[in-house]
């Protein structure tokens, strides 16, 4: 559930992000920048995903925790 929630969020965020550049440079908004705004939220939910299977879920105190 976590994944289909990260990528809607960054399909949305992405979305805007390039709604509110393309605004700002006075350009069309069209299904160019929509198709791209969805490649970039697809990389981007990945890289955060990776990211989240690299780094470790313990905390710095549990890890070098001795047990006695």
């Known amino acids: 559930m ?5 990528l809607v969020w960054s399909a949305i ?3 805007v992000l390039n709604y509110v550049v393309s605004a700002i440079n006075n ?3 069209g ?3 929509v198709k791209t705004g969805l490649l970039f939220s697809l990389v981007f939910s990945a890289v ?3 990211i989240g ?3 470790p ?3 710095p105190k ?3 925790a001795h047990k006695e």
């Open 13 to 15: 965020l992405f979305s």
């Open 48 to 50: 955060i995903v990776i």
């Open 2 to 6: 976590k994944y289909i929630v990260l």
């Open 62 to 64: 549990e890890v070098g």
């Open 31 to 33: 299904m160019d920048q």
């Open 27 to 29: 350009t069309p908004f």
């Open 57 to 59: 879920s313990e905390s």
């Open 53 to 55: 299977m690299i780094i």
